[in-house]
């Protein structure tokens, strides 16, 4: 079982369309990381939201943070094809490890 | 600086070979990890180290070793491979002070024949 659940696995839309892809858990963490992924590449971190209710925005992407800490949401407005790639939500436990999410595959055809 | 570097990218073992996956970093991270990426289940913790000569045992680490001698090196050994060890792997690296900023290096891509 994972402790992070993301949602959908896959989305595939048309360039300058929205997108939304979901972190759940049922635990409370003291951040929440996502990374995103390229093909043939490690993750690259974007973005690590701390604060309940918690809003980041990264250029057309905007990262929200659950009020209870434990789900976040990334949204992304008009995407573009460079916007493709494997989106990872983390989180860290106490012991430092770690966990993340399976990930969500995004394809913006052009 | 080159960040996180691993060799090899590729490899590919028969069943019951052996063999060390090298990763190193040279920004002075005290904290270092190994992962295995496979499809539909993220990235899971193998092993990790908060310094030199501390090691410890993440998710998955049946059928693996590590050590760390030094704050720049962390191999990864596969001690008698199976074909459920193919995967890609990654290692990164994050300073004490901020654990959950890990930086990752470009992977290496195991096939165990």
């Known amino acids: 079982t994972q402790l992070l659940e993301q949602s959908p696995q896959f989305l595939s839309i048309q360039e300058g369309e929205n997108l939304t892809v979901y972190c759940n858990s049922s635990s409370v963490f003291s951040s929440l990381q996502w990374y995103r992924q390229e093909p043939g590449e490690g993750p690259v971190l974007l973005v690590t939201?701390?604060?309940?209710?918690e809003v980041k925005k990264l250029k057309r992407l905007t990262f929200q943070f659950g009020d209870a800490r434990k789900d976040s949401s990334l949204h992304i407005t008009a995407a573009q094809p460079g916007d493709t790639g494997l989106y990872l939500c983390a989180a860290l436990s106490n012991d430092y490890k770690l966990s993340f999410g399976a990930g969500t595959t995004v394809t913006v055809r052009a | 600086n080159a960040g996180v570097t691993q060799t090899p990218k590729f490899q590919v073992l028969k069943t019951g070979q052996s063999m060390t996956l090298q990763c190193a970093q040279d920004?002075?991270?005290?904290?270092m990890s190994w992962y295995r990426q496979d499809p539909g289940m993220g990235l899971r913790l193998i092993h990790y180290s908060v310094g030199a000569g501390i090691t410890d045992q993440g998710e998955v680490p049946n059928g693996y070793n590590v050590s760390r001698s030094t704050t720049e090196d962390f191999p990864l050994r596969l001690l008698s491979a199976a074909p459920s060890q193919t995967s890609v792997y990654f290692c990164?690296?994050?300073?004490?002070?901020?654990?959950?900023?890990?930086?990752f290096g470009p992977g290496t891509r195991l096939t165990v024949l």
């Open positions: 990164a690296s994050s300073t004490r002070l901020e654990p959950d900023t890990q930086y």
């Open positions: 939201v701390v604060t309940g209710g």
């Open positions: 920004m002075n991270h005290e904290y």
